[in-house]
């Protein structure tokens, strides 16, 4: 889908693994966005992506040919009661922030998770009480602005570049829990006349 005529949203495919990894890779290497100590290899990257593209949206910001950021949802928890709640991540170029393209990937995911019968969205957000170099709070701020709510936090769960910093979990309800909910249809069985209303694939 287009989105003022800058980017559009569409379906990544196996070829953007290794665009993909270098947005990701700042993230590692110099915040603790990212819980993670090592860029995964392209081939992880790619092995992670079409994982997770079994069962779930894993999509692309894509501008003038060239990604500029990506989101998906995947497994919470892995569990089948689970079934109806999905993870949400989402990584944006760092020149490209504040653009609208998060917020686009967002509403396309919300509108997907629907299409496949997923209740809720949770975000695993990084999360300091004091700002650094190494993390912001701008994660929590974006999903606030997006309607997501603080659920849950853990203190001091994730060391990494010899500090401590918290874990947030927040979320957002997208549908109603029903006593008969019919069952997640995974991303591949999705209608594609319907899946082309709301991205490239």
């Known amino acids: 889908m287009e989105h003022g005529m800058s980017f559009i949203i569409r379906a990544a495919r196996p070829d953007d693994a290794e665009a993909l990894r270098k947005i990701y890779a700042p993230y590692v290497e110099r915040t603790a966005v990212s819980f993670e100590y090592d860029v995964p290899s392209v081939d992880e990257f790619r092995r992670r992506m079409m994982k997770i593209s079994e069962k779930y949206p894993f999509l692309v910001a894509e501008e003038g040919g060239s990604p500029i950021g990506y989101a998906n949802t ?3 928890v892995g ?3 689970y079934e109806h709640s999905a993870e949400t991540t989402i990584y944006i170029e760092e020149s490209r922030k504040g653009r609208g393209a998060g917020r686009a990937l967002y509403i396309a995911l919300e509108s997907i998770s629907r299409m496949q019968n997923i209740l809720n969205l949770n975000a695993c957000i990084g999360y300091t009480d004091v700002e650094d170099e190494y993390l912001t709070n701008a994660s929590e701020k974006f999903h606030e602005k997006m309607g997501y709510k ?3 936090k853990f203190n001091c769960s994730g060391y990494k570049f010899g500090r401590w910093y918290d874990m947030i979990w927040m979320e957002k309800i997208i ?3 029903k006593e ?3 069952p997640v249809i995974p991303f591949p069985m999705l209608d594609k006349t319907e899946l082309e ?5």
């Not at 209303?197 to 694939?201: E, M, P, Q």
Request: no cysteine; charged share 15%; proline share 5%.
């Open 74 to 76: 995947s497994s919470f």
């Open 79 to 81: 569990r089948a009661a």
């Open 150 to 152: 603080l659920v849950g």
């Open 175 to 177: 549908g109603e829990h």
């Open 180 to 182: 008969n909910m019919p």
């Open 197 to 201: 209303k709301i991205v490239v694939i």
